[in-house]
């Protein structure tokens, strides 16, 4: 319905006249003319009261004239939209992170990401690092963030954001957590935790198959050292609750330091010897195509959360 050469149409509209908007346009009165029976015929109405000088429009001209601004600001728009995605600055993608470090991160990642690239669209997807790869491979997330080795089955790309510490958290009642703290503390103000004093003490670990539940149990076997198992929890945070009211221990990577309040009763140690780390990745299937708005927002997750090498 929209008409080629629309702005002919608003011109004649706007003066009233097809001399004077032929005039304005730089084209010859005639063709003008030529163009608005065209114009006309194509539609198969009236558009301009001819007997009236200047020209008025018809109730169905009112009609188009409404019709044309709106698809001229949709074109604007349009145009507009492009001009950011060539920037940019639009964009939209969809991101995987596990339910626990989300609720850690987001809060700081996402108002600033958005406070400089506003159009772009982040659509989150939360849940367990293991149902990450049917995700990858069904195309419903772009990328993750996660630890890693993830025991994918299909060949990724991992871009390494550092070495998580993994700490050791106890409840201060605890008599164990009372002598540790009288050693004196490392440099970074992080008592050292005898690992073997862990055995047969009562721990809180993640439900089997989460990778963090992985990595406690083989540490726990290198050091030959056997904890009693009291409780096990899909939740990271969680269990870092559950120590606060018990005295149990667990164990929980360094981003949570980064809650805005530790539980009052939890104490954090560094144990093992090298003190148990992990590594975090932005993790996504090889060959698979990030874009530059992608780029953008793991370039701020970088910023964000890296850690020493």
């Given at each position: 319905?929209?008409?080629?050469?629309?702005d002919?149409?608003?011109?004649?509209?706007?003066?009233?006249?097809?001399t004077?908007?032929?005039?304005?346009?730089?084209?010859?009165?005639?063709?003008?003319?030529k163009?608005?029976?065209?114009?006309?015929e194509?539609l198969?109405?009236?558009?301009?009261?001819?007997?009236?000088?200047?020209l008025?429009l018809?109730?169905?001209?009112?009609?188009?004239?409404d019709?044309?601004?709106?698809?001229?600001?949709?074109?604007?728009?349009?145009?507009?939209?492009?001009?950011?995605?060539?920037?940019?600055e639009?964009?939209?993608?969809?991101?995987?992170?596990t339910?626990?470090?989300?609720s850690?991160?987001?809060?700081?990642?996402?108002?600033l990401?958005?406070?400089?690239?506003?159009?772009?669209?982040?659509?989150?997807?939360?849940?367990?690092?293991y149902?990450?790869?049917?995700?990858m491979?069904?195309?419903q997330?772009?990328?993750?963030l996660?630890?890693?080795?993830?025991n994918f089955?299909?060949?990724a790309?991992?871009?390494?954001?550092?070495?998580?510490k993994?700490?050791?958290?106890?409840?201060?009642?605890?008599?164990?957590?009372?002598?540790?703290l009288q050693q004196?503390?490392?440099?970074d103000?992080?008592?050292?935790?005898?690992?073997?004093?862990?055995?047969?003490e009562?721990?809180?670990?993640l439900?089997?198959?989460?990778?963090?539940?992985?990595?406690?149990?083989?540490?726990?076997?290198?050091?030959?050292?056997h904890p009693?198992?009291?409780?096990?929890?899909?939740?990271?945070?969680?269990a870092?609750?559950?120590?606060?009211?018990?005295e149990?221990f667990t164990?929980?990577?360094a981003?949570?330091?980064?809650m805005?309040?530790l539980p009052?009763?939890v104490?954090?140690f560094e144990?093992?010897?090298?003190?148990?780390?992990?590594?975090?990745?932005?993790?996504y299937?090889?060959n698979?195509h990030?874009?530059?708005?992608?780029?953008?927002f793991?370039?701020?997750?970088?910023?964000?959360?890296?850690?020493p090498?």
């Open positions: 319905m929209l008409y080629k050469n629309y002919y149409f608003l011109t004649i509209a706007k003066l009233g006249s097809l004077k908007a032929a005039e304005a346009l730089y084209v010859t009165q005639p063709s003008l003319s163009y608005l029976s065209r114009l006309e194509s198969n109405i009236q558009l301009f009261d001819r007997s009236s000088s200047p008025s018809t109730y169905a001209g009112k009609l188009y004239l019709y044309v601004n709106k698809m001229a600001d949709l074109n604007r728009q349009l145009q507009d939209d492009f001009d950011k995605i060539r920037n940019d639009k964009g939209e993608f969809t991101f995987g992170i339910s626990w470090r989300s850690i991160m987001l809060p700081t990642l996402l108002p990401f958005r406070s400089r690239y506003p159009h772009i669209k982040i659509n989150v997807v939360e849940g367990k690092s149902t990450f790869e049917s995700a491979l069904n195309n997330v772009d990328f993750c996660m630890s890693v080795p993830s089955s299909f060949p790309t991992y871009e390494s954001l550092g070495m998580e993994i700490y050791l958290a106890g409840n201060r009642r605890h008599l164990l957590v009372q002598h540790a004196p503390a490392g440099p103000g992080i008592h050292n935790f005898d690992v073997s004093l862990l055995n047969g009562q721990f809180i670990n439900k089997p198959g989460q990778l963090l539940c992985r990595l406690n149990q083989r540490f726990f076997n290198q050091h030959d050292v009693r198992e009291i409780w096990s929890t899909e939740n990271i945070v969680t870092l609750n559950l120590v606060n009211c018990t149990y164990s929980i990577p981003l949570c330091t980064k805005e309040h009052e009763n104490v954090l144990f093992g010897t090298p003190p148990l780390e992990w590594e975090i990745a932005i993790v299937p090889k698979s990030i874009t530059r708005t992608m780029r953008l793991i370039d701020t997750i970088k910023e964000l959360y890296s850690y090498a």
